[in-house]
């Protein structure tokens, strides 16, 4: 995989309400007619299944470019880099006939093969589902002139999971919560989420307390396409989103009134481990991302934009830094001599870099 700049990448751009909402992503599940599910494949079905597939984006009229390749081929740490990216599941069951079509920018992305034969997803910035959607209906609408799609009348489109058909439409947003969280408001806004009939999960891992997540970035997703059309999931999801917004930031403004040393401190204390260390693990890079932007969403920090901050969350990922090892010329100190500890040097090295520019204001 070629090294990608942050300006060439989806998530470098700002999108509407970032601040809370850091990125919206649709997804559509297909098969194709006269073959079974990947998990049911017999001799030659998945190959069949993946030419159809890639040929049928060859001929769709785009003036993006795409890239086609087989995930077996790719080495462990591209399926790493691509499960950190959000392209690929971390569980995914591959196939030796399981593929991957992408966009240049990322910013579209195809898996052939892994549960359904076609998982077409669209990544935004931002609270931007019908920016989102547009992307992947109009790339399934042209597919659909070159490949003979599995469905009926009575249950929509037919997918390996009964929860994804119907629309065969799911809808996840990556939001950012650490008012809610500071202010001991998570468990009643995460069971209200749920009650609504969304899921939510940690998006990367455990926190320190119990039941939160680190850094308080969290992925709701819709549950069930089956018994809703596509513009009532859209609807219902968006509005959840819109709340979440407003709540958020209005216990921003009640934390930075009513604890304001706690809130500097918090902040400060993060500005000073990336200034200063010279090993930063993952998760203290995820957590003092999450601070730093809590800063700046405040307005105690100027000089940084969402944007930087959203794209350091992928720049500073494990298989990200070990591919930057691996394909360049980087010099170490002399007792930075494994890979374990490369990749927290380099880490700090980036972080302190990024935030170079940032400037405390209050």
């Not at 931002?126 to 959607?133: E, I």
Request: proline share 2%; with cysteine.
């Amino acid at each position: 995989m070629r090294k990608t700049e942050i300006s060439d990448a989806w998530y470098g751009s700002n999108g509407p309400d970032n601040d809370v909402v850091l990125s919206s992503r649709v997804r559509l599940a297909r098969n194709l007619a006269n073959f079974p599910f990947p998990q049911g494949f017999k001799n030659s079905d998945g190959d069949r299944v993946q030419s159809l597939v890639f040929d049928a984006f060859h001929k769709i009229d785009e003036n993006e470019t795409y890239q086609s390749l087989l995930i077996s081929e790719l080495d462990s740490l591209g399926q790493k880099i691509l499960s950190e990216r959000g392209v690929i599941e971390p569980d995914s069951i591959l196939q030796t006939s399981s593929g991957l079509i992408l966009r240049g920018d990322g910013r579209v992305s195809c898996t052939v093969n892994c549960y359904d034969h076609i998982r077409l997803s669209s990544f935004v910035t931002g609270l931007d589902l019908s920016n989102a959607k547009k992307l992947v209906k109009e790339i399934d609408d042209k597919l659909q002139k070159h490949l003979q799609i599995a469905g009926s009348v009575e249950f929509g489109y037919l997918t390996s999971a009964i929860k994804d058909a119907g629309s065969g439409m799911k809808i996840s947003l990556l939001v950012h919560l650490p008012a809610i969280s500071y202010g001991g408001m998570l468990d009643r806004v995460l069971k209200e989420i749920m009650s609504e009939g969304f899921s939510v999960i940690g998006y990367y891992g455990s926190g320190m307390s119990l039941g939160s997540s680190l850094g308080a970035f969290y992925k709701i997703s819709t549950e069930v396409s089956f018994s809703e059309d596509e513009e009532i999931q859209l609807e219902k999801i968006n509005n959840l989103g819109k709340k979440i917004i407003d709540f958020e930031r209005k216990v921003r403004l009640e934390i930075a009134d009513n604890k304001p040393t706690f809130v500097r401190d918090l902040v400060y204390k993060a500005i000073a481990m990336v200034k200063y260390s010279r090993f930063i693990d993952s998760r203290d890079g995820i957590d003092l991302i999450s601070k730093i932007k809590f800063g700046l969403d405040l307005g105690l920090l100027t000089g940084i934009e969402t944007n930087v901050l959203f794209s350091l969350l992928y720049r500073v990922q494990n298989a990200h830094l070990s591919y930057v090892i691996r394909s360049s010329d980087l010099s170490y100190e002399k007792d930075v001599n494994t890979e374990e500890l490369k990749i927290e040097r380099l880490r700090s090295l980036i972080l302190q870099e990024t935030l170079n520019t940032m400037q405390i204001t209050a």
